[in-house]
């Protein structure tokens, strides 16, 4: 079809007026630039939508497209549904692309025609400057079919991934059911169903902005969408090589979800701590440093019980 974008851009947002115009701009300057751009704004009661509509009216390639609030994966599946590019490239409004991404990409595609999805590497950053990379050097990138390597966690940064549309449109969709914040990790898992295939640059080309509205500050939350989304995933799999995959990596993650109950515990129900780290035990036994945990924080108290207790506390302060 004449005109049709190679690219479709789809940005979600949700009172994203303080962030969404650098996201924009950092598109505008990609050096790739046969694409469209569909912001999806879920029902934000800031100035998003004028932030927004300030670029529609000065590009033609930008859409936005409103909504009531309904969550970031009804927001992805309502521009998803107008894209008309052969790939989608995904964008959170509070992160950057750096200038060649968009075509570092492509070209991993036009390298490996049996690829379906692609990712780069990114930096953590704090709005003023860049703290850290994923992937060091001495990390293996998870290409290729890294299904096994998705199961225990999620590998891809959200604003770096490029996706092929078919793959895409094969799945569904994202998950409207769940929490944010979990389903980008469900939405590769059910590609890993349809044929897994990544390509990826270890050169860092995104900036994920690191701030207090990360849902990853969101501990206890976060920990309850992992087990959701492996439970689900697990029971929905029919790759019994990766069933395996799922069952320890859904007891890790119902220990982690044990200690994040504890953390929660430590002001209301203190008593109650010894045994949230026990059931984190038992779910994981391979982690001998949470039984330690136990032992420390169930000593009793005559023989220095408060001391030690209180060395388990913060570590559950600082982690969870």
Request: net charge positive; charged share 25%.
């Amino acid at each position: 079809m004449p005109g049709t974008p190679l690219v479709s851009i789809v940005i979600p947002t949700f009172n994203g007026a303080s962030f969404i115009a650098q996201s924009l701009e950092s598109v505008q300057s990609q050096t790739f630039q046969d694409f469209e751009v569909i912001i999806a704004d879920d029902g934000s009661t800031d100035d998003t939508a004028v932030v927004a509509r300030k670029f529609c009216a000065a590009d033609a390639r930008f859409t936005l497209v409103q909504q009531d609030n309904r969550g970031v994966s009804a927001a992805r599946n309502a521009a998803i549904e107008r894209a008309q590019g052969e790939f989608i490239a995904f964008l959170d409004h509070d992160d950057l692309w750096l200038p060649g991404k968009l075509s570092r990409q492509l070209k991993l595609f036009q390298a490996d025609l049996g690829a379906n999805f692609s990712f780069t590497n990114y930096y953590y950053w704090d709005g003023r400057r860049d703290l850290s990379v994923r992937y060091r050097d001495n990390q293996p990138l998870p290409e290729g079919d890294a299904s096994s390597r998705l199961v225990y966690s999620n590998v891809y940064g959200m604003s770096t991934v490029v996706v092929r549309h078919e793959t895409i449109s094969a799945t569904g969709g994202f998950n409207e059911g769940l929490f944010d914040g979990c389903e980008d990790w469900d939405m590769w898992l059910r590609i890993a169903e349809h044929g897994f295939r990544a390509c990826g640059t270890r050169e860092p080309l995104t900036r994920y902005r690191r701030w207090s509205g990360n849902m990853s500050n969101h501990k206890l939350q976060m920990a309850e969408n992992d087990v959701r989304v492996l439970e689900r995933n697990f029971r929905a799999t029919q790759r019994p090589e990766l069933r395996p995959h799922y069952q320890r990596s859904l007891a890790f993650a119902s220990g982690r979800l044990e200690l994040a109950r504890a953390r929660r515990l430590l002001n209301a129900q203190p008593d109650a701590v010894p045994a949230a780290v026990w059931r984190a035990w038992r779910f994981y036994p391979r982690r001998l440093k949470w039984l330690m945990w136990y032992g420390l924080v169930a000593w009793p108290k005559l023989l220095g019980g408060c001391a030690t207790a209180r060395v388990i506390h913060r570590k559950l302060i600082r982690k969870w």
